[in-house]
């Protein structure tokens, strides 16, 4: 008998019946963590956070499993990306300045907890640190979890996504005006790309007509 993720494991089990049970095993641990971390994010994000919320966190996810399906990642890097993606704006829960590497202090904290590997710490640390700004992502997985945090540039909510992150401009002071929110958005849309297949084929042509719209709104501002 020998014991494996708190299970204990008989002689005479079939190799086929033990991956099948730490499969199971190894799911059940990561959505655990996962809620775990979603609840602590629902209830300690400061209220003045209208984009970087717990709105925003589900939103990433579940844009990071789409990605991911369709780039046919492992399930092991799957759920690895899954946990990044929840646990990559936790830092806001104590810090706006280099919030990325408090959101790695709280999932290697809270993943040494769980009893998780120090490698697939340190993967998710990796994939929480490649969403600062600007993305430039190493690898095809920190492409994946950049594209998921910018999703919505391409997607038919980015306008009434846009007004969440012009309010929390405003009340830290990162704009000022109407006038200067639009000239920031110009700026990032002409400079952000997508990176993974996935998000260029079904992202980008969308983003394109909302920079145009945007540069619309300029034109009339400069008018009044």
């Known amino acids: 008998m020998c014991v494996i993720f708190g299970l204990k494991i008989y002689a005479g089990v079939k190799i086929l019946d033990l991956i099948l049970i730490l499969n199971m095993t190894s799911k059940k641990v990561f959505m655990d963590l996962q809620e775990t971390t979603l609840k602590m994010l629902k209830d300690n ?12 966190t589900l939103d990433v996810v579940a844009a990071t499993e789409r990605i991911a399906r369709a780039e046919n990642v492992s399930e092991e890097d ?32 809270i993943m040494t907890e769980f009893s998780f590997a120090q490698s697939e710490i340190d ?8 969403t600062r700004m600007p993305h430039n992502p190493s690898d095809k997985l920190s492409q994946i ?49 997508y990176f993974t297949k996935t998000s260029i084929e079904t992202r980008n042509k969308k983003k ?5 719209e945007i540069k619309e709104q300029k034109k009339l501002k400069s008018k009044s």
């Not at 994000?45 to 925003?56: C, F, I, V």
């Not at 646990?87 to 999932?107: L, M, N, P, Q, V």
């Open 45 to 56: 994000l400061p209220p003045e956070l209208s984009y970087h919320n717990y709105e925003h």
């Open 78 to 109: 799957f759920q690895l990306l899954r946990t990044a993606a929840v646990f990559h704006d936790t830092g806001y829960i104590h810090t706006r300045e280099k919030h990325e590497e408090k959101s790695c202090e709280i999932a290697t904290q």
């Open 123 to 130: 993967k998710v640390c990796n994939l929480i640190l490649a």
């Open 145 to 193: 979890i950049c594209d998921a945090d910018l999703d919505y540039l391409g997607r038919d909510d980015y306008f009434p996504i846009a007004k969440n992150v012009f309010r929390e401009f405003k009340h830290f002071g990162i704009v000022n005006s109407d006038q200067d929110w639009i000239l920031m958005q110009e700026r990032f849309f002409e400079t952000h790309k």
């Open 208 to 212: 394109a007509e909302h920079l145009q």
